[in-house]
């Protein structure tokens, strides 16, 4: 399997130089300490307790019942190297972020998520703590190696959230590709082979199958890509296996590719060495050191099978994982649609392009404006002004559309028109009564972050309107390219100086030192909708996600905001959850400037975070009371006082009127299985039961 070149996601010079106190001479010299403990025997018990801790929690333990006992052992002595690793002397910054980068590639690709990661790495300062307390040094050398070593751990996880950022940025590329693929094909042969190629070119996937049936229900494979995609089709054209059948009676119709066929489902296979129904094609497939696979149905208008495209990888669970799932439901989606019509993605023509343009130059230019309300108190805090461009004919263009038409000159043109706009409506708003502390969020393209040309417009525009600089606040997606981080340090920290606030969009990218977001202290960190939404597939992870996340900003100082709220449950779960703010559909789309008095008027702010009036905000609320069990179960007097305190699921129930409902029931008896501890295992099913309902619950709310 290729690695990823690190070249490629290695941060600067700069980025490293502020974790200068955690190595050097002075670090090695505490690090001595080390040699009076058995680092082996330390190591290993460490290791053991780690993976029980990751086997207590449902998402981790799937992954490790992919891996056979070997493998298992074999992660317990890494780990032990792991934890090892940090109390090395003679290290630096840049070797151990190379190491963590595989090591985040590791995890990305067998399916340990990012917020698992992020739970785990409190075991690691934990440890560290008390190593420390043992090593006899004066206090202020004891709290320098204990300053040192979580700097290290902090180091470890920024290399691992770069690496899943990496990862997802090579599924936008891949998509990109994907659909290019079947851009430049003018038949089904060279259109397949092109995609073949693309997917099996994709890190992770090591051979792709497109095969569809015969008369007898026979799966022919027509076309094969990856690198080990014509030696297995091979196993099966000489007979070694036999090809996959439609038919649920034979065997060869029980694994992926038939149940896919049958259903019209993608069918994962986490494991060949554990899955059922894949005896015929276990042996050959192992030999070719595959570990998982996925059976991908094409559809046809009616939701009918007519081809499978078949994906193989050397990583268990490498299909199961949350990031895949979108992926490939958006190969069978174009798949589905080429095959049966040649479709073809639309591009940005030239002509098309200078019509944009056109309208940019002629002052075409209109903000809409999307609310952005305190989640404590319901308050208007602020709006985001987002770009629109009037056509000939009055009709508003999407910024999708037309932003991949404008160069430099063009998106700092869309900026200095937005901005201008920007401080004549905030004028209006206040003339016409409305708060005076309002903000508002502009978008600041990642070019322009360490440009004067921005800077110079930015004081100017808002020196020409008499605007004081804290109206304002820049929504910067910072640049992964940018080589100059001094001048991006110096430009953020000038505009913080004259008051504008900063806001970042791309929190866990990992391309911005989570030091630096300290030091250099962004306002605002905000939690892009594409993770909200993930509350329809997987509601508990994404709570989680948005928990974790909104801890590690709000202790760097910054304010939340959690994007795409689009229902009252999303609302109440972000508020539940501790984010300072919230914006989406729930709260308002995007209006013209003219709208934004009304609304305020009519606005009511629907969350009571003490009585939620949905389950997905009982979810939250459950999600947050799990955390603090966990916290209390060593103490079992003050564990016992906790559990027969009122939760907000009871909140909820008593304000739904669903006192005997199934819910009722369910958290009952979770209460009572409480009482044992949050480590015991009837308590962690029924604890896994109830959120299920809630859930179900949930998603029936919606409807």
């Excluded at 751990?153 to 990862?167: C, G, N, P, V």
């Excluded at 089904?188 to 051979?207: E, K, P, T």
């Excluded at 709220?565 to 779960?573: C, K, T």
């Excluded at 008095?597 to 997905?616: C, I, M, N, Y």
Aim: with cysteine.
């Amino acid at each position: 399997m290729d690695k990823p070149d690190l070249g490629q996601i290695m941060p600067s010079a700069e980025y490293f130089a502020d974790y200068d106190s955690a190595y050097g001479e002075d670090i090695d010299s505490l690090l001595a300490q080390t040699q009076l403990i058995d680092m082996d025997a330390m190591s290993k018990e460490f290791a053991s307790h780690f993976y029980n801790h990751l086997g207590e929690r449902e998402e981790s333990s799937s992954v490790l019942s992919r891996l056979s006992p070997q493998e298992r052992a074999h992660l317990h002595a890494k780990q032990a190297e792991h934890l090892c690793s940090f109390l090395q002397p003679r290290m630096c910054a840049e070797t151990q972020y190379k190491r963590a980068l595989l090591i985040g590639r590791f995890h990305e690709l067998v399916g340990v998520s990012l917020p698992i990661q992020m739970e785990t790495y409190h075991l690691y300062h934990n440890k560290i703590d008390q190593l420390t307390l043992g090593f006899d040094l004066e206090e202020t050398l004891r709290a320098k190696l204990r300053s040192a070593l979580h700097q290290r751990l902090q180091l470890d996880l920024e290399a691992q959230i770069a690496s899943h950022a990496q990862f997802d940025t090579a599924i936008v590329q891949f998509h990109a590709q994907f659909d290019q693929a079947i851009q430049n094909a003018s038949n089904l042969a060279d259109m397949m082979r092109n995609c073949l190629q693309v997917l099996g070119d994709f890190d992770g996937i090591a051979a792709c199958l497109f095969s569809r049936p015969d008369s007898h229900g026979v799966m022919q494979i027509e076309a094969e890509g990856g690198k080990d995609g014509h030696a297995y089709a091979e196993t099966m054209r000489s007979k070694k296996v036999p090809f996959f059948k439609t038919n649920p009676d034979d065997p060869s119709g029980k694994g992926p590719a038939g149940r896919a066929w049958r259903s019209g489902e993608i069918q994962v296979n986490n494991s060949f060495a554990t899955s059922e129904n894949l005896h015929p094609w276990r042996a050959e497939a192992q030999a070719l050191g595959f570990r998982s696979s996925v059976a991908v149905p094409l559809l046809d208008s009616s939701g009918q099978a007519f081809a499978i495209l078949s994906l193989y990888s050397k990583w268990p669970g490498f299909f199961g994982a949350t990031t895949r799932e979108a992926m490939l439901r958006q190969i069978q989606q174009s798949m589905s649609h080429a095959v049966l019509r040649y479709e073809r993605t639309r591009v940005v023509s030239a002509e098309l392009g200078q019509t944009y343009r056109r309208y940019l130059n002629n002052n075409a230019v209109q903000m809409f404006y999307q609310p952005i309300v305190d989640l404590r108190t319901g308050k208007l805090h602020g709006v985001e002004a987002l770009a629109r461009l009037l056509d000939d004919d009055g009709q508003l263009i999407p910024p999708g559309a037309f932003l991949p038409a404008l160069g430099d000159a063009g998106l700092l043109t869309l900026f200095q028109s937005g901005l201008q706009q920007v401080c004549k409506d905030y004028l209006d708003w206040r003339e016409q009564g409305l708060d005076a502390d309002l903000s508002v969020s502009i978008n600041l393209p990642p070019n322009g972050l360490g440009q004067d040309v921005y800077r110079d417009s930015v004081f100017e525009i808002l020196g020409q309107w008499s605007l004081p600089s804290n109206v304002l606040t820049l929504e910067m997606l910072e640049d992964r390219d940018m080589q100059d981080t001094a001048q991006r340090d110096k430009s953020i920290a000038e505009y913080q100086s004259a008051g504008i606030h900063i806001a970042q969009d791309d929190l866990g990218s990992g391309y911005s030192s989570l030091l630096r977001m300290d030091r250099v202290a962004c306002d605002q960190v905000k939690i892009d909708q594409a993770l909200v939404r993930g509350t329809l597939q997987r509601p508990l992870r994404a709570l989680e996600f948005i928990y974790h996340l909104t801890l590690l900003a709000q202790g760097f100082g910054a304010e939340v905001v959690v994007e795409g709220l689009e229902d009252q449950g999303l609302i109440e779960a972000a508020a539940i959850l501790g984010a300072d703010l919230g914006q989406g559909f729930g709260i308002a789309r995007p209006m013209p400037a003219k709208d934004l008095l009304g609304w305020s008027r009519q606005w009511k702010f629907p969350v009571d975070a003490e009585h939620p009036s949905t389950a997905l905000g009982a979810l939250a609320g459950f999600l947050l009371w799990d955390h603090k069990l966990k916290n209390v179960s060593d103490w079992p007097e003050m564990a016992v006082n906790f559990v027969k305190e009122p939760w907000l699921v009871h909140r909820y129930i008593e304000r739904n009127a669903r006192t005997d409902s199934e819910l009722a029931s369910a958290l009952e008896r979770t209460q009572i299985l409480a009482l044992q501890g949050h480590r015991n295992t009837k308590y962690r099913q029924m604890r896994d039961e109830l959120i299920e309902l809630l859930v179900r619950i949930w998603l029936e709310e919606r409807k």
